[in-house]
């Protein structure tokens, strides 16, 4: 098998469609190693000692923001943090000006989420200094949740390359379905998708190894995974689906559908979510659950972004 040295140092996180298999690979072997500070009664490493981050959240968060935070303070980097309602955002300063004035601090990487899309990427054409990491920009990418996502499959599975996994819900909206489906296919797992049509983008009935399902059920038969989405109610517009019931009855994952899927199928939500709608709580708390595992696999993957975009981490060597 062919090998080749990869390094991320300096390199902007914006979406999966800008990783290579290798630096996939390399994220999630660094993750693994992270994963085992988490896990230590002092957690703390001075991987990052002189390091600075700053996260600039134009959105609310919970998981994202703090698992980048907290991922910062194990690795011994100082961090802060900006978020729109207590900045001077409300007096209006722009996102280049806010861009600036951070940069002009001597940060080292910012973390930004924001509504709109590509505005990871024109931070990149802001800032010299800074390593961007785009923690999401409106429906377009959520990197490290599509790179969580597959480190927790790939922890509970062994391997990636062949695995189906079903992607339920609200496609249209969901900057996590775009990672997801970028990372995976990537990673050479089959990708079923089902929702309402009209949460359906339809260039995705062309893609490769993507496979568009009109029911529920047809995606998740003899799936390895199950990945639900949040109905994202603020980014809707009115009339996508008839009622919250409906979608519930038609879309929402529940035992019975559960059961076409594999035994040991992995249950993954990105969070929030709306228990009851598109996910039934029994199955959100439920033995094939894995949606707490993925919170803290968010920490461990955002040390791993946070050291390899930083620092470089140990020049490792991934197969390709
Ligand atoms: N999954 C996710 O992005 O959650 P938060 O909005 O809480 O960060």
Do not use: C
Not at 218 to 226: R, S, Y
Request: net charge positive.
């Amino acid at each position: 098998m062919e090998k080749s040295t990869v390094s991320m140092r300096g390199k902007h996180i914006l979406g999966l469609e800008n990783f290579s298999p290798a630096e996939i690979k390399l994220v999630l072997a660094t993750a693994k190693e992270m994963k085992t500070i988490i896990h230590r009664d002092i957690k703390k490493v001075p991987a990052l000692r002189g390091k600075s981050v700053v996260t600039l959240f134009y959105e609310p968060s919970t998981r994202t923001r703090t698992s980048f935070e907290t991922a910062g303070k194990y690795l011994g980097a100082d961090v802060v943090n900006i978020t729109s309602g207590t900045s001077s955002i409300v007096k209006g300063e722009s996102l280049r000006d806010t861009l600036l004035t951070v940069e002009a601090m001597g940060f080292d990487a910012i973390v930004m989420r924001h509504k709109e899309e590509g505005a990871a990427e024109f931070a990149t054409k802001v800032v010299k200094h800074p390593v961007i990491i785009n923690a999401g920009d409106g429906a377009h990418a959520h990197p490290s949740q599509g790179l969580l996502n597959l480190f927790t499959l790939l922890e509970h599975k062994g391997h990636l390359k062949g695995l189906k996994v079903a992607i339920i819900g609200d496609i249209l909206h969901s900057r996590v379905a775009r990672s997801d489906i970028w990372g995976m296919r990537k990673m050479g797992i089959e990708v079923h998708l089902a929702g309402p049509k009209t949460m359906l983008p339809r260039f995705l009935y062309q893609e490769p190894n993507i496979f568009v399902h009109d029911r529920i059920e047809d995606a998740i038969k003899d799936a390895d995974a199950i990945n639900v989405l949040r109905i994202q109610l603020e980014r809707q517009k009115a009339g996508l689906f008839p009622s919250k019931r409906e979608y519930a009855r038609i879309f929402g994952l529940n035992d019975e559908r559960l059961a076409l899927a594999k035994k040991d199928v992995l249950v993954l939500h990105p969070g929030p979510m709306n228990k009851g709608l598109e996910i039934s709580p029994y199955i959100a708390y439920g033995d094939n659950s894995a949606i707490q595992e993925q919170v803290q696999n968010g920490v461990a993957v955002r040390m791993a972004l946070l050291t390899l975009t930083l620092t470089g981490g140990k020049e490792s060597e991934a197969n390709h």
